[in-house]
């Protein structure tokens, strides 16, 4: 059964002056160690579908309100529900949500200067957990938000729709303690505060990011993202050429995307190790069989769950550092991550492209 634990539940109003943004209400199960995030309610008209709005050169508007709450509990994040409700309570279909990205205020991400990406869901994204022996970490008073992209293409305009996202996590006290299992995000074209979309020319192509890393560790497990006529996104060591991993897109016979794969490189503790301050290069390949260049049609990236050798030497975030300044400036945030209010607001940064994410495994920036 199911027993209500203290229950705890705050609520951030929308920016004063700006647009009407619906509460996030939290609340904390401590018996079932669920927190659940619900947000709502959004009216969404009916759309296009995505390739029509695409052909029409109707880029999707990176505009979504940030959304901000406190997470509540000490301990580690590891698994995620989510589903959408109407109004009157009915089930509305997932693919409604194009993508919901977390941010964590409150730490960096391992390849950028920009603020970590906790988590996506959206579309494509099932359900996820990951066994006990690991998880993310993350301290009661973390500073975190998320942003909303909808898609309505039922047919129907949809009213009153509700997001909620029960998160589990795994308590302070478990013995043994689960390993540290940090997001990694990496991008074949990140502008931080801006784009990670590119041009997709006819016929093959492929676009490449290089990095190092200031910690090694392992890699648990990767999953990909690609838009439309993607194939595939590889992991390379950059000093030696050879293939460290590939995840690849199942396609439609036209080369729509349908889906990523995954890969699971031993959850239970192997991995797949990468080295400090060693070369590695992220790949993204297209096939387009149009003929004609799809402008700005394309992301590629990889995403996954890494256990670095030495938390410590996590990179810390800097709150002078011009890049990351311009992720907060997206996130509209001042420099210290604290939510700017409506006046202070920079201007609207539209990022062009979709940004549709599958962002699959468990947690993942
Ligand atoms: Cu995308």
């Given amino acids: 059964m199911l027993a209500l634990g203290p229950l705890l539940a705050l609520t951030l109003a929308g920016s004063p002056g700006g647009p009407a943004t619906p509460p996030v209400t939290v609340t904390v199960d401590s018996s079932r160690h669920a927190v659940t995030i619900v947000t709502g309610p959004f009216d969404l008209p009916n759309q296009p579908p995505m390739d029509e709005m695409l052909e029409m ?70 359900d996820a957990t990951v066994p006990r022996t690991i998880g993310i970490p993350l301290s009661a008073g973390s500073r975190l938000g998320f942003y909303i992209n909808w898609h309505n293409s039922t047919g129907r305009d949809l009213e009153g729709v509700s997001l909620r996202l029960t998160l589990l996590w795994t308590p302070k006290n478990q013995n043994p303690r689960p390993a540290n299992a940090m997001p990694i995000y990496m991008d074949v074209n990140l502008t931080i505060g801006g784009t990670n979309t590119f041009d997709v020319p006819p016929g093959t192509s492929s676009k490449a990011y290089e990095f190092t890393l200031p910690v090694g560790g392992k890699l648990l ?145």
């Fill in 57 to 126: 050169g109707h880029a999707m508007a990176h505009n979504a309100p940030v959304q901000r709450f406190v997470w509540p509990v000490d301990g580690w994040l590891r698994g995620f529900e989510w589903s959408l409700v109407d109004a009157r309570g009915n089930t509305v279909p997932k693919d409604v949500m194009h993508h919901m990205i977390m941010v964590n205020f409150d730490r960096r991400q391992l390849l950028y200067d920009a603020a970590e990406r906790l988590m996506g869901a959206g579309s494509e994204t099932d």
């Fill in 221 to 365: 497990a990767v999953g990909g993202h690609l838009h439309d006529y993607g194939t595939s996104v590889r992991l390379e060591d950059a000093e030696t050429g050879k293939v460290l991993t590939t995840v690849l897109a199942t396609r439609t016979p036209d080369g729509k995307v349908l889906k990523v794969g995954r890969r699971l490189f031993g959850v239970t503790g192997a991995g797949l190790t990468l080295t400090a301050n060693h070369r590695y290069r992220v790949v993204g390949n297209y096939n387009n069989p149009t003929g004609k260049l799809i402008p700005q049609g394309a992301m590629a990236h990889m995403v996954g769950l890494f256990v670095p050798d030495d938390m410590a030497r996590w990179p810390a975030i800097n709150p002078d550092d011009p890049t990351f300044r311009k992720d907060m400036a997206a996130l509209k945030a001042d420099e210290h991550g604290n939510a700017l209010v409506a006046d202070e607001m920079p201007m609207d940064h539209d990022m062009k492209g979709m940004d549709h994410s599958d962002h699959g495994a468990a947690a993942k920036p």
